[in-house]
T-cell receptor
Framework: ETGVTQTPRHLVMGMTNKKSLKCEQH?????MYWYKQSAKKPLELMFV???????ENNSVPSRFSPECPNSSHLFLHLHTLQPEDSALYLC??????????????FGSGTQLSVL | KQEVTQIPAALSVPEGENLVLNCSFT??????LQWFRQDPGKGLTSLLL???SQREQTSGRLNASLDKSSGRSTLYIAASQPGDSATYLC????????????WGLGTSLAVNP
């Protein structure tokens, strides 16, 4: 148990559905991240939140909408996705500060299939 | 542009062998290099973090080395066990303007009983 919990573990959705992924961290960290992991590709950083403020958005399509209501919770709202969005979506947290040597703690991920 | 390469892509060994996983990167301006383990369909677990000023880190049967000048890191696993079977990913934390983690594709390891 890493202290980062993601739900659901698996999700199948049609292209017209709206769904949300949830992440909760119990580590007291101040930064949270969404990553996308597709087969045969390196991990792709999607969004970064520091102290609930979005500090990074790596040109992610608007059909992915993040929300960070507080430092412990992070959501990824999904709307009108495409089949190529099928992937493992990973949430991570860290204690970000002046030292760039902070470790990332990952959740178990949500395996998303878009039909 | 920083690129991270991991060789081999897959490795199958009998139980008990000592083995080495390789990670290379193209830009030596880094804060640190990290090794992670990923079990199938699951998240990543941080194994070792080597700061740019360090040469190696050890945790149990794992030893990671860093040679910044040559852009290389190795993860050494001693006396491998079937429970070590997983994908091992290397990530480099860039220094400078592009302060991101750059990831390799991983090495898929199978340790056979």
């Amino acid at each position: 148990e890493t202290g980062v919990t993601q739900t659901p573990r698996h999700l199948v959705m049609g292209m017209t559905n709206k769904k949300s992924l949830k992440c909760e961290q119990h580590l007291g960290h101040n930064a949270m991240y969404w990553y996308k992991q597709s087969a045969k590709k390196p991990l792709e950083l999607m969004f970064v939140y520091n102290f609930k403020e979005q500090t990074e958005n790596n040109s992610v399509p608007s059909r992915f909408s993040p929300e960070c209501p507080n430092s412990s919770h992070l959501f990824l709202h999904l709307h009108t996705l495409q089949p190529e969005d099928s992937a493992l979506y990973l949430c991570a947290s860290s204690q970000a500060g002046t030292d760039d040597n902070e470790k990332l703690f990952f959740g178990s991920g949500t395996q998303l299939s878009v039909l | 542009k920083q690129e991270v390469t991991q060789i081999p892509a897959a490795l199958s060994v009998p139980e008990g062998e000592n083995l080495v996983l390789n990670c290379s990167f193209t830009d030596s301006a880094i804060y640190n290099l990290q090794w992670f383990r990923q079990d199938p369909g699951k998240g990543l677990t941080s194994l070792l973090l080597i700061q740019s000023s360090q040469r190696e880190q050890t945790s149990g049967r794992l030893n990671a080395s860093l040679d910044k000048s040559s852009g290389r890191s190795t993860l050494y696993i001693a006396a491998s066990q079937p429970g070590d079977s997983a994908t091992y990913l290397c990530a480099v934390h860039n220094a400078g303007n592009n302060r991101k983690l750059i990831w390799g594709l991983g090495t898929s390891l199978a340790v056979n009983p």
